[in-house]
């Protein structure tokens, strides 16, 4: 018997577990991926004291959050991939980026299929 009726979708109705899925595939590198658990509290912590702190002391906020980007931004060059912001602007630009590292790429299934869905690597490019 021959069922031809593709396989159920394991994220229907899971979106939060989607997203943490491709994000992890975005951050497979242990440095960027221990990086970035430093960079996006201290980012939105940053976002938070611009509204708490007095007017005067706005340098807090604006420090902590360009030093947690600073971070975020370094662990992607470790993993040589694009800050999802830019890829997420090349991409609207129509402008090649790189979603997912090809070193990854090869390696997972899953990184392929995303890739696929519009994900160029950096040899695409020139």
Sequence with gaps: MNDSTPPPDPFAGKPLRRTYFKWRL???????????????????????????LPWEEWYWGVSAFILG???????????????????????????????????????????KELKGAGARSPSASR
């Design 26 to 52: 975005r951050h497979q590198h242990p440095f960027n991926f221990g990086i970035h658990l430093l960079g996006i509290p201290l980012s939105v912590a940053g976002v938070v004291l611009l509204f708490v």
């Design 69 to 111: 980007y600073l971070l975020q931004y370094i662990g992607h060059c470790v993993e040589g991939n694009d800050l999802g912001e830019w890829a997420g602007i090349k991409r609207t630009l129509g402008l090649p980026y790189v979603g997912i590292a090809p070193r990854y790429v090869e390696a997972s299934p899953q990184a």
